[in-house]
Structures are given as structure tokens and as C-alpha cells.
């Protein structure tokens, strides 16, 4: 490994493209290998530093120095000042501004980084940086000086449970699989994350894919498989790219293909894109879709530890599960069972979203309660209104409310609730937001998302969502609470797969939390929240409205009417409730009824 | 709606580069699909009739793949596809207006394409880049924290 004294980063952001970073780059280059430096400084290429009006810009490490508004004839002269005299070239800096990663900040005090640790850290395209951090170090202590069985039993003990949703304890099903008589067997990678609101699993695969790749280079020795698939969403360009790099680098390093750091295993693996359907994150579809079928689940039994991928025994875990087993490895079962709670075991990523103030990705240990992870690592409610409900789990998930706040986070809690785990997709509210769109909203989301194989799913969501719908129109009546009761109880007990079977969770755990916002739709056609359209009204308030007529200007259906310097009026039956009256006021003197 | 179909040559070609990239075996079919829904904008029938004759496979089986999967499209589409993403944590922060906004200045409802054929509208959901939510992608642009009064000047690029 080459050891360099300086790092340049150049942005290589679109626009800086546009400005002149590919000429940077070249110009660096030239200078360098012209001043015999090529060695000593290492030139590489970074996304987004500072704003549009740096651009082209570069820091260099480990300095810290921001150099911008950059032209090629400008690099051989900071070359000679900055590396070869020693001297910051002041005439080219810039503050310090970082532009700021909206998805993953520093972490928290009580958070713990394991899944994470790598992410922003390191360069996911280069297999020598994840080295460095001690990667593939645990395939090499598997290869050398454990058996299979000991492996599946060191993961047993730690107690990891699958992070795609379910829990299932990880250790047992690669166990199942490997009591399997049959070959070849088969790896698998779930990293479909279609839970509206989780984008974990992706970051993972985007900034640190070879612990994904390590986890199930061990998996598959566990089991004894030969051959593995990623199954990823389509929606995910960059994983794919940045995932075939990794598969690329590790091949070329033997950690991937035959006879692994030379022991007598083999083992490899490509990648399959989805094509854009949720039902293929759920493990039956994902294996139909790589054969090239419709992406329709199956009844289990047989489960695919037996018969799984073209009938062969299979393996599918999440893209979480495979991230912690190196880590599992290297500092060993009891380590990882310290962390969390009794029955689970270890940390999870979740992704924040909503009304919180900090949104993004956090990583706390499993036990934590959902106080802690709202109003402390979440920093509370934007504008510090009031909590109203966190929604859990994705669209099998529950909406739950303040009662729950001091419920830890674990997969039998979250059960007990009427929740679930889920891959871990938070979204935070405050008071302005209704619950019964929230439960129609998800309602939508399945509903789309059915495969339409069973009648329970592709039929019963659809008779929840026409109730749902029209109890946000304001037509709700008498009965619809106990229809959508009945309708959620047999779903969830007849649907073929886990889609249809959680669907009506959002539902069930609305009309038990929050119960008190249905009948008010139904019964006094009110919006408590101030959210369904149907039930609200926007209206004038006559002691601030100065008749300025910047509100009947900007109407698109034109609602308002009044003359200059006099009082307007909305007209509720043309009013379509866009809002953009109330944003274009000067006064606050609309207000929403 | 004929805007944008492919004359039988570009349709031959691009099935046939598909096929050739990933092999004529059924278990193929989703990454050719995928390719030839890439190069042409969609999957014309003449695609699927030939990919049907090379793979081997029944036309019933590979329209039942092809009308599945949301990224896949047998109909034509526009020149550039607008996609918003309509799932809840878009929503929550501001993703209502945005649409409103961006079904009034494109003058489509979701699923619909424009008489001159420059755009086609639809809904997605959830991207998986929720912390720089509302998200518009237009063609392979991602568009994050993206207003309501942003709009006119993004689909203004595509001109």
C-alpha cells in the first residue's frame, strides 16, 4: 500500500463539471508527475465541497484547505506553494464550508455506529481503504480457524436477528439451510428496501459495500454454498454501480471466486436489478423475480432454506443482517449480545423522517425507547410543536402515539404495541397532521403494491382504501369503523404473504390510538387536524385583512373576491383548499377552519 | 397514443444487443426487458414478440412479466418522463404542493402524456431518498428539496 503525505479532493459535482473540474484534474496530474510528487500526493475525486460559486473547487487534507474558483493555469502554482514550499496559497482559499450531508451527520451521544461506521469514511471505491479497516480480516479468521458449524453457532449465540423486518434469528436459518441435503446452494441479498421511508440499507450498499460482501462471502461458507445473488431495486443506480465495482475489486483481490484466500472454498456472486415492484422485497417473490417470473410470493412451506431458488436450498437475509457479521467475527458473540436488550441483540439503523428536526440516519442499540430516539438523538419536533404519532415499521408497520413513547425498541415490544420493527423507517409528526390520511396514505401505497395473486389483499386493501377515502371526503358514516375492523381482521389472517398480512396495521393501529379522529370524521365531519380538504375551510379574518388583494391575485380558481382596501371573502364551494393564499399573505389573516 | 414508436430496425436492434449482453435463458428475461425498456422508452410489442421467439418463452408469459413491473412500460412514453414520489414521508414535508404545482404546470394528470408528446407524468413510490424529500426525478434526474416554485425552472432544462 502506497503511503501518501497530502490528499487533494476535487469536486467532481455536475456543476463543477460544467466549470472545469475534469481540467483541474489533468492539470493537477501533470504538475504533479512534472514536480516528481506523484508519489507523495494522492489526487482524488469527491463529490459536492462547497457552494455553486466555488466552483471548481478542491480541499487538501490533511490541512484542511479549501481552494476555490479554480482554472487549470492556476494548479501549478498552488502546487509549487502548497506542496513543494510548504505554504497555504492564500490568494485561492475559501472558508471551510462542507457542504452538509442531509442524510447521515455525525453521531449523537447515544448512538453507536456498527453497521454505519464505515459509511462517509472511507472511499466504497477502493477495496484497499475497507482493508484498512480491518475488512475481509474476518473471512480470513473464518477460512483459517473455524469450521461452518462454528460459525453458524457464533452467530447463533450473538443472537442476531434478521433487519429486513421479521427478526427471525439469523444463526438458525443459515442452520436450516445447511442441514439441507441438496446442492448447489444459494446466497442471497435482499436489497429491495422499498419500505417508504428507508433509505438505510441503500446508503450501506453506496459507502461500504464490502461489508455487505464479507457478510455473505461468510454466510455462504456457513451453509456451504457455491453461488450468490444481490437482488437490488432498480431504483438504486448507484448501489448497483458501486456494488459491481466491489464485486470487481474483490475477484481481483481472491476474495470472490475459487478456492477464497486459498483455502478449499469458493464462492461468487453478481448482481440482479429489480424493475420496480415492492412485492419483490418480500423473499418467495425476490426468488421468482431472479428467475424471470412475475414477482408473486408462494405459500411456505417448503421454505427456501429447502427449496428455495429453482428449487434449491436458499439463504436470503437483509442487507443489514450481512453487514454485522464481520463485526460479529472479529470481536466475537458476546460483544455483540452486550449490546441492546435481552431478545435483541446488537444495534439498528433507522431512518428518521418528518416533522423531527434532525432527520437522516441514526444507529442506536436495540432496547433504546422511542423518547430517546425522538426527542434526543431526533432533537424533538420542528418548531417544537406538539408530538402527535410516530408511524414504525413501513406499511406493515403501526401508527403509534405519545402513550408509547417510553416503549423500548425491540421486536417484541414493538409486536406487543400492535407495530413492528420493520427495516426501520421512522416518520416523526406533530399535531398538523391527520391520522386517518396517514392510515389511507399507507393504504394507498399497499394497495398499489398488491401482486393480486389473493383475494384478501387485491380486493380487501382495496375495500379499506374506498372506506378510508371517503371518510377523508367527509362521507364517512356510521358502521365504516367496524366494517374497517372486520375487513383488517380477516386480511391479516388470510392474506397469502407478509404484504397483505401487514397491510392493515396502519389501520388497526390507528382506530386503537386514535380512535377519537375517525369518529370525528364521520360523525361531526370535522378534520382535526385540519388536513383532509373536504372538511376544512379556509376563511378571512376580518381584523387583519387590509384588502391588499395579493390573495385573490394568486387564487387558481379564482375563489376570492373583494375590492382594494376592503375585506375579502373565500368561497368554500369554489375553494379547492391549495393553501396558496395563506402562503402569499402578508398578514396571517387566513386562517384554516 | 403514437408518439414515439420505433421503427422495426431500432426495435431488432435493441432486442438483439439485450440478448446478446445477457444470453437467451428465461432467467435473463428481467435484465433484457429492463435494457430494451432503457434504449427504446418502452417495450413495443414487435420487442416482445422477439424476445419471445429468442428466449423461447410464450408471449402470454412475457407480457404477464412485462405489464408487472412498474418500470417497465408497453405503452409509449414521452420524451422525458416526469416521476414524483407520492409515498408518505415525501408527503409529510410538503410533497402535497409540490404535486399540485407540478400537475398544474405540466398540465397532466399521473399516468398521462402530453399531446405533443414531450412529457409523460407518473407516480412512484418511495425512492429511498427521503431526507432530501419532496423528490422529482425527470429522465435519471434526481431532483431533492425541491418547491413548489422551483418547478417552472427544473422542467424549464428540458426544453
Redesign the interface.
Known amino acids: 500500500m502506497k503511503y501518501y503525505r497530502s490528499h487533494v479532493l476535487v469536486s467532481v459535482d455536475p456543476e463543477c463539471i460544467k466549470r472545469g473540474a475534469h481540467e483541474i484534474l489533468d492539470a493537477l496530474q501533470d504538475e504533479l508527475v512534472a514536480q516528481g510528487l506523484i508519489d507523495e500526493v494522492q489526487v482524488l475525486e469527491t463529490s459536492r465541497i462547497g457552494d455553486t460559486t466555488d466552483a471548481p473547487d478542491m480541499m487538501v487534507y490533511p490541512e484542511a484547505v479549501h481552494y476555490v474558483g479554480l482554472t487549470a493555469d492556476d494548479i501549478p502554482f498552488i502546487v509549487e506553494e502548497h506542496f513543494l514550499k510548504g505554504r497555504v496559497a492564500t490568494k485561492f482559499t475559501a472558508p471551510v464550508q462542507v457542504f452538509t450531508d ?2 447521515l451527520s455525525a453521531p449523537t451521544g447515544k448512538e453507536l455506529r456498527v453497521v454505519l461506521r464505515n459509511c462517509g469514511k472511507i472511499d466504497p471505491e477502493n477495496i484497499e481503504d475497507y482493508i484498512a479497516e480491518d475488512g475481509y480480516m474476518a473471512l480470513a479468521k473464518v477460512l483459517t480457524e473455524m469450521t461452518p458449524e462454528q460459525v453458524i453457532d457464533t452467530v447463533l449465540t450473538a443472537g442476531l436477528r434478521g433487519r429486513g423486518g421479521a427478526g427471525f434469528l439469523t444463526g438458525q436459518k443459515w442452520k436450516f439451510c445447511r442441514a439441507t441435503q441438496d446442492w448447489p446452494k444459494y446466497t442471497l441479498c435482499n436489497a429491495d ?7 438505510m440499507n ?1 446508503r450501506v450498499l453506496e459507502g461500504d459495500p464490502h461489508a455487505v460482501l464479507e457478510g455473505m462471502i461468510i454466510a455462504a461458507y456457513a451453509i456451504g454454498s457455491s453461488q450468490g445473488y444481490i437482488y437490488c ?5 448507484v448501489a448497483v454501480s458501486t456494488l459491481n465495482i466491489a464485486i470487481q475489486q474483490a475477484r481481483e483481490f481472491g476474495f470472490l471466486g475459487q478456492n477464497i484466500l486459498g483455502s478449499n472454498f469458493s464462492f461468487d456472486l453478481e448482481v ?7 412485492v419483490c422485497g418480500e423473499e418467495t417473490a425476490l426468488m421468482a ?7 408473486e410470493p408462494r405459500p411456505r412451506p417448503p421454505f427456501p432454506a429447502v427449496k428455495g431458488l429453482w428449487n434449491k436450498p436458499s439463504n436470503v437475509n437483509n442487507v443489514e443482517t450481512f453487514a454485522n457479521v464481520s463485526q460479529i467475527i472479529l470481536n466475537g458473540a458476546a460483544w455483540f449480545a452486550a449490546m441492546g436488550t435481552a431478545d435483541a441483540h446488537g444495534t439498528k439503523t433507522f ?1 428518521l ?3 423531527g428536526k434532525h ?3 441514526i444507529e442506536v442499540p436495540l432496547g433504546i425507547t422511542l423518547r430517546e430516539v425522538i426527542f434526543d438523538v431526533g432533537q424533538g419536533i420542528k418548531d417544537d410543536k406538539p408530538f402527535r404519532a410516530v ?1 414504525i415499521g413501513g406499511p406493515a408497520g403501526g401508527l403509534l402515539s405519545s402513550e408509547h413513547l417510553d416503549l423500548p425498541i425491540d421486536y417484541n415490544s414493538l409486536r406487543a404495541a400492535g407495530a413492528m420493527m420493520g427495516s426501520g ?1 421512522l ?1 416523526v ?1 406533530d399535531n398538523e ?1 391527520c391520522m386517518v390520511d ?1 392510515a389511507r ?2 393504504m ?2 399497499t394497495q ?2 398488491s ?1 393480486g395473486k389473493c383475494t384478501p389483499c387485491r380486493v380487501g386493501t382495496l375495500r379499506i382504501l374506498e372506506i378510508l377515502q371517503k371518510i377523508c371526503a367527509g362521507k364517512g358514516q356510521p358502521g365504516d369503523i367496524e366494517t374497517l375492523e372486520m375487513l383488517s381482521d380477516q386480511i391479516r389472517a388470510t392474506s397469502l404473504c407478509g404484504l397483505g398480512q401487514g397491510a392493515p396495521n396502519p389501520v388497526i393501529t390507528s382506530l386503537r390510538y386514535f380512535r377519537e379522529e375517525y369518529e370525528a370524521h364521520i360523525y361531526e365531519k370535522c378534520c382535526p387536524a385540519k388536513v383532509c380538504k373536504a372538511l376544512i375551510r379556509y376563511d378571512i379574518l376580518k381584523d387583519f385583512c387590509t384588502g391588499c388583494t395579493v390573495c385573490a391575485r394568486n387564487c ?1 380558481t379564482n375563489a376570492i373576491t373583494g375590492v382594494r382596501r376592503q375585506t375579502h371573502i373565500i368561497d368554500p364551494d369554489i375553494c379547492i383548499r ?2 396558496i393564499c395563506m402562503q402569499v399573505c402578508n398578514f396571517n389573516a387566513i386562517e384554516i377552519n | 397514443m403514437t408518439v414515439g414508436t420505433k421503427d422495426g430496425q431500432s426495435v431488432l436492434q435493441a432486442v438483439s444487443a439485450a440478448v446478446e449482453r445477457y444470453g437467451n ?7 433484457i ?2 435494457d430494451v425498456n432503457r434504449t427504446l422508452g418502452y417495450l413495443p410489442a414487435e420487442a416482445l414478440d422477439d424476445i419471445s421467439q429468442r428466449l423461447r418463452v410464450p408471449k402470454s ?1 412475457l407480457f ?2 412485462a405489464s ?5 412500460s408497453t405503452k409509449p412514453q414521452g420524451t422525458h418522463v416526469v416521476k414524483f414520489c ?4 415525501c ?3 410538503g410533497g402535497r ?1 409540490v404535486w ?1 404545482a407540478l400537475q ?1 404546470e405540466l398540465k397532466l394528470k399521473p399516468g398521462e402524456t402530453s399531446p405533443d408528446g414531450n412529457w409523460t407524468l407518473v407516480t ?10 419532496p423528490v422529482i426525478v425527470i429522465d ?1 434526474d434526481i431532483y ?1 428539496n425541491v418547491e413548489p416554485n422551483q418547478i417552472a425552472d427544473i422542467l424549464a432544462r428540458y426544453a
Open positions: 442531509e442524510e428496501e422499498g419500505d417508504p421511508g428507508a433509505f441503500r431495486r432498480a431504483e438504486y443506480p440482479r436489478m429489480g424493475a420496480g415492484a415492492f423475480s431472479i428467475e424471470g417470473k412475475r414477482g431512518a423522517a418528518g416533522d432527520t437522516g440516519l408511524q423507517g416518520v409528526m397532521n396517514m396514505f399507507f394507498e401505497f398499489d403494491e401482486c387558481p391549495c393553501g | 435463458h428465461r432467467e435473463e428475461l428481467i435484465p426487458l429492463n408469459q404477464s412479466v408487472f413491473y412498474q418500470m417497465l407520492e409515498s408518505a414521508p408527503h409529510v414535508i404542493q399540485q398544474k412512484v413510490s418511495c425512492l429511498g431518498v427521503c431526507a432530501v424529500g435519471d431533492g
